[in-house]
């Protein structure tokens, strides 16, 4: 079965970049994962999708300061030009044939 | 324009039974699987359950915290996706969303239903 790692916390100041790790583990490494964005009080909203290869497809209406990259088992979400509005937690989840799988969460604080 | 609503949530005894349902518009039903994940209070995301399109069988998998327990069931006349939880207990408490799924990953959700399990 798959697991993803993320780290608990990340922060950045308005106006900087910050980026998010989210790692597969062995024997899945090579897998497709999904970010999703949580703000406070909130239902989960779909960023984007971002394969092996880097190669990212987000969902609707996700601004252009959201990308996502991958480099062996990690899988990347950076945000650019942090605004207020992005102070939220991040998951990144995963699938195989018969599981879902989400990470534990990455809480950005924007300074 | 997708849209997903969860209803059927509420405050049950430990070891009762509830029924989720989650209607969906915007877009063809019975093209995709359907996910529920929970959220315990001050908890991450916790996958429970996903019933795959009628052209992948529609069959469904769980999380072995629910399997057993809670059953995935789909209305694809409806447009509906339901989850009957049997035998609820105190860990069974949080917010349930249903979430479309598109080769694996959610993609849209609902704003999700409040399950609270106490005597």
Redesign the interface.
Known sequence: QPVLTQSPSASASLGASVKLTCTLNSGHSRGAIAWHQQQPEKGPRYLMKVNSDGSHTKGDGIPDRFSGASSGAERYLTISSLQSEDEADYYCQTWDNDNRVFGGGTKVTVL | EVHLVESGGGLVQPGRSLRLSCGASGFTFGDHAM?W?RQAPGK????VA?IRSKDFGGTT?Y?ASVRGRFTISRDDSESIVYLQMNSLTTEDTA?Y?CGRET??????????TLVTVSS
């Open positions: 996910t994940v991450g995301l916790e996958w996903f998998e999380a917010v969303y080769g694996g990953s959610t993609d849209y959700w609902g704003q999700g």
